[in-house]
């Protein structure tokens, strides 16, 4: 028994090797690279620096917090670039939620919990990595185990429920996972005193959401993209579909057997069915009732907004799978572990999984770059981000423009690389403007009224090409306006253009 457990515990600090380097080639992959939505990634990140927070949620819309943003500051502030201090929060968002519940686990003595949280990230597919978005509440919902080493009920009972409330507002594909350890703290604590300070902690957080949809609702132009509109809609018709194509929901979800993306959804139903025979009550009901939030989110339309692309994946609507998965299997006994043969067959398992990945990442990567007609958002190389953005502020400071616009009449993708690559990356350039999907709610509401004011039209006039070694700009064209008091609103652009 000594030497099994020594045994696992090497192949702890193994596993967490290999998945650090796993997730650092990743990075290396996809770091050379940006889409649309990551620009604003960027801008909100410079603004962050700086102590300038204009919005609670994404730009432009009333939801997802930029978890993202907030843990690039500290390394924007230390020197390194935004380009790269995004996507390095953002690996740390992905792989933080597993590290932590390993670690803890490992904390209390408990190897083999431990070792399925440790190890879950490189079993699954690569895809599940490629996927560099909304993983932030995830990452939040971290801090739930570490909470439970407080030692006073009511001080834990309320920071749990801050933790686990404020993971969902903060991205909403947490909800499953959270609800599941919020039933299972419930059950398996049921003093009332507990159970009340457990709501005080869910009130707080639901006074801070609601203060920030008070925040949108006093915004004269509203907001770009809300996901309470027609996003969530019910639709039991939805519901049904969705149980016919599980593999492509759960795609990139499942461990182990990354052909039927349906395993991880099958998996989470089997495990809920052992734990009640195993009595296991609170994680039983936790899984239970987050297997009927999954069921339940079916029927939205919002769950049914993605593709097959890693780029914009369907499955990144249930990001929390995964998680749910450790956390029941956790809770199992694996005395089967014990014997050698079946740790020679895991050991196999892990080493097969994470060669698959390393070997298949780049052309799984190269073939999503290559067709990216099925999705609402571009990636581009950043060098080529960089240097579009470089030549529209050396225009725009040629001619003394006071502002750039950057309609999106022909290209539409370049048009926001522009509008939100060049605050980011050029801070001290004239500010910009997108004209009919400004996401700034305080670049549409500003009074943009002066005497004269020179205007930079920056027009992509033809199709992009471009490659990752050749870097070849967009066809831009130039005109410079002079516009006696002359507000840039959308309803007005038209006139602008004449």
């Known amino acids: ?147 439970q080493l407080l030692r006073r009920p009511l001080l834990r009972s309320c920071l749990s429920a ?66 309470y509109g027609s996003w969530s809609e019910f639709d039991p018709e939805l519901l049904m579909k969705t149980f016919t194509r599980l593999d492509a929901h759960f795609a990139g979800l499942s461990p182990v057997w990354w052909a039927n993306g349906s395993i991880a959804f099958l998996l989470l139903v089997l495990l809920t069915v052992i734990l009640f025979v195993q009595r296991k009550v609170g994680y039983a009901i936790g899984m239970l009732g987050a297997l009927l939030i999954l069921m339940f989110g079916f029927g939205f339309k919002k769950i049914h907004d993605g593709t097959s692309s890693v780029f914009f994946p369907l499955f990144r609507m249930f990001m929390s799978v995964p998680l749910l998965n450790c956390w029941a299997l956790s809770a199992l006994r694996a005395d089967w572990l014990e014997r ?34 099925s999705i609402p958002l571009r990636v581009r190389p950043v060098a080529w981000i960089r240097a579009t953005c470089d030549e529209v502020v050396q225009e725009a400071r040629s001619g003394k423009s006071d502002i750039i616009v950057a309609p999106r009449d022909v290209e539409e993708f370049t048009a926001h690389f522009i509008a939100y690559g060049v605050p980011a990356l050029h801070p001290e350039a004239p500010p910009t403007y997108l004209p009919d999907h400004e996401r700034r709610y305080w670049r549409r509401t500003e009074k943009n009224v002066v005497a004269e004011r020179r205007i930079l039209v920056a027009r992509a006039v033809g199709p992009e090409v471009w490659t990752r070694s050749g870097l070849i700009l967009p066809s831009l064209r130039f005109d410079h306006l002079v516009t006696p008091a002359t507000t840039l609103d959308p309803s007005l652009w038209g006139d602008i253009e004449r």
């Open 162 to 227: 801050i933790v686990l409330a404020a993971s969902v507002v903060v991205q909403s594909n947490a909800m499953p996972f959270a609800f599941a350890l919020g039933l299972c703290s419930l059950v398996e604590n049921r003093k009332r005193y507990v159970w009340g300070a457990f709501m005080v902690g869910c009130s707080f957080v639901a006074v801070a959401w609601w203060k920030a949809r008070q925040f949108y609702a006093g915004l004269s132009g509203g907001v770009v993209n809300s996901v």
């Open 1 to 147: 028994m000594i030497g099994v457990e020594r045994f696992w515990k090497q192949a702890f600090l193994c596993i967490m090797l290999l998945v650090l380097l796993d997730r650092l080639w990743i990075l290396v992959l996809t770091m050379g690279d940006a889409n649309d939505d990551m620009t604003i990634f960027w801008l909100a990140a410079m603004d962050y620096s700086h102590g300038v927070f204009r919005e609670p949620f994404f730009y432009g819309q009333d939801y997802s917090v930029m978890l993202e943003s907030v843990l690039a500051v500290p390394l924007i502030r230390a020197g390194v670039n935004v380009t790269v201090a995004v996507p390095i929060a953002m690996a740390f968002i992905a792989i933080i939620p597993f590290w932590s519940f390993a670690l803890w686990h490992r904390l209390r003595g408990e190897v083999m919990p431990a070792l399925l949280f440790a190890v879950m990230p490189v079993l699954l597919p690569v895809e599940h990595a490629l996927n560099q978005m909304v993983g932030s509440g995830l990452a939040v919902l971290s801090l739930f185990p570490w909470v």
């Open 340 to 373: 050698t043969i079946p740790r020679i067959i895991a050991m196999a398992i892990i080493l097969v999984c994470a060669s698959m990945r390393f070997m298949g990442a780049g052309s799984t990567y190269e073939t999503a770059r290559s067709d990216q007609r």
